[in-house]
């Protein structure tokens, strides 16, 4: 039997970080490996713990999530930490910076246990963590007001078949997903995501959404 799945817990509200947690620990598969309730004592923590993935929140003191994110995740980080951020509905523009700071995806604070369960172990597992519609509704709509004048896919270095898949990608579709939407083979939709990563220079699939949604590729 392999190791449960080691996981820190980071939010400023004890009595949220502490349902948590008991959710957490009742999964034979899943271990609390530490708690928090600031971005620094999660920045050292998950330095010192090495846990699989930390569940962070967005507003905290001291050093707030999205910055804990950048430094746990972000670009240039040598050891990146896998990152699921938890938010309230409202805070689109939290998401947005979250997801660019180098979280692995969101959950929303009402999301039931089962679905914050799947999201620590789809994280785990090295995948992104967006639900189409919040993606879109979030995402997609504080991405639009700050998308810059002019750009589009004229502007964008891929052939427009990678363009699609992009788009399908940024629609929160899996590979088996659009490999059936565009009738290829599942290795071929694995040849063209690393493709369209390498070619825009993106880390993962979640960039890869904030870049479609930043450069107005989707609505």
Same mark, same amino acid.
């Given at each position: 039997?392999?190791?449960?799945?080691?996981?820190?817990?980071?939010?400023?509200?004890? %009595?949220?970080?502490?349902?948590?947690?008991?959710?957490?620990?009742?999964?034979?598969?899943?271990?609390?490996?530490?708690?928090?309730?600031?971005?620094?004592?999660?920045?050292?923590?998950?330095?010192?713990?090495?846990?699989?993935?930390?569940?962070?929140?967005?507003?905290?003191?001291?050093?707030?999530?999205?910055?804990?994110?950048?430094?746990?995740?972000?670009?240039?980080?040598?050891?990146?930490?896998?990152?699921?951020?938890?938010?309230?509905?409202?805070?689109?523009?939290?998401?947005?910076?979250?997801?660019?700071?180098?979280?692995?995806?969101?959950?929303?604070?009402?999301?039931?246990?089962?679905?914050?369960?799947?999201?620590?172990?789809?994280?785990?597992?090295?995948?992104?963590?967006?639900?189409?519609?919040?993606?879109?509704?979030?995402?997609?709509?504080?991405?639009?007001?700050?998308?810059?004048?002019?750009?589009?896919?004229?502007?964008?270095?891929?052939?427009?078949?990678?363009?699609?898949? %992009?788009?399908?990608?940024?629609?929160?579709?899996?590979?088996?997903?659009?490999?059936?939407?565009?009738?290829?083979?599942?290795?071929?939709?694995?040849?063209?995501?690393?493709?369209?990563?390498?070619?825009?220079?993106?880390?993962?699939?979640?960039?890869?959404?904030?870049?479609?949604?930043?450069?107005? %590729?989707?609505?």
């Amino acid at each position: 039997m392999s190791a449960p799945l080691r996981v820190l817990v980071c939010d400023d509200q004890m %009595l949220i970080r502490t349902g948590l947690s008991t959710i957490i620990d009742a999964q034979p598969d899943l271990t609390v490996a530490g708690e928090c309730g600031d971005g620094r004592t999660a920045v050292e923590l998950a330095g010192r713990l090495r846990p699989d993935v930390v569940v962070m929140d967005v507003r905290m003191p001291v050093l707030d999530g999205i910055e804990a994110t950048r430094l746990l995740a972000g670009a240039g980080v040598e050891h990146p930490v896998k990152v699921l951020v938890v938010t309230t509905f409202n805070l689109d523009e939290y998401v947005y910076e979250a997801l660019r700071a180098g979280a692995s995806g969101f959950l929303l604070k009402d999301a039931p246990p089962d679905r914050l369960l799947h999201g620590i172990r789809t994280v785990a597992l090295g995948a992104a963590l967006l639900d189409p519609e919040v993606t879109r509704r979030l995402v997609g709509r504080y991405a639009a007001r700050i998308r810059p004048a002019g750009g589009g896919a004229q502007d964008v270095p891929l052939t427009p078949r990678e363009l699609e898949v %992009l788009r399908l990608i940024a629609d929160g579709r899996s590979n088996s997903e659009i490999a059936g939407a565009l009738v290829i083979s599942h290795e071929t939709v694995k040849t063209f995501v690393s493709r369209i990563l390498a070619k825009l220079g993106l880390r993962d699939r979640v960039q890869a959404v904030v870049y479609a949604y930043r450069n107005g %590729l989707v609505t």
